[in-house]
């Protein structure tokens, strides 16, 4: 059964809705049907009721219309999902079962991290990997902690070093510490 919403100003003729209703119903185009529910849309309540009455004489129900009052959107429409800052958009794919919005599901290649959460820290060959804890503010991702045994080093950093010499350059490639050099 097909609701229709029909909103007329208070002052609403019951003899214009009347043709209203035979026009529709004589539409050939049209997918309402006899025995119809209309739902009409009217603040003052007398003359809800005689239309009512009127309505029912044509064999239509009367049914009172509660606007939606929130947003709607359909299974697998594109929205957008946002950090708590409202910035870093990313486009998501709408899970709606009946009319319940039951999430959003990112693409395969945007993840989401939590603060604390713990991630892989590998070096730029995509190996060494090192397990870190996220640091996450704002909505943002402001940084990963090495454990307190892993350092980070750079080509050319300067340590300390025992034996011959008492400087030792670390020689990094591709991610990896390669060499030592004593000066």
Not at 129 to 146: E, K, M, R
Request: net charge negative.
């Amino acid at each position: 059964m097909k609701t229709v919403l029909l909103t007329f100003p208070d002052e609403v003729s019951i003899q214009g809705i009347k043709d209203l209703i035979l026009s529709i119903q004589k539409d050939r185009h049209s997918s309402v049907t006899p025995k119809a529910t209309v739902a009409i849309d009217m603040a003052n309540n007398d003359q809800r009721d005689a239309l009512r009455a009127q309505l029912v004489q044509l064999g239509v129900t009367f049914t009172d219309y509660t606007p939606p009052t929130g947003a709607s959107v359909a299974n697998g429409a594109t929205v957008a999902v946002r950090n708590s800052a409202a910035a870093d958009s990313h486009n998501a794919t709408a899970v709606v079962s009946g009319t319940t919005l039951t999430g959003v599901n990112l693409a395969a290649t945007v993840g989401m991290v939590d603060n604390a959460d713990v991630v892989a820290v590998r070096n730029s060959a995509g190996a060494d990997s090192h397990n870190g804890t996220a640091v996450v503010a704002s909505g943002a991702v402001t940084g990963i902690n090495l454990g307190a045994t892993v350092a980070m080093v750079d080509n050319g950093d300067t340590v300390s070093a025992t034996g011959s010499g008492s400087t030792a350059t670390l020689v990094v490639a591709a991610g990896v510490v390669t060499g030592v050099t004593m000066a």
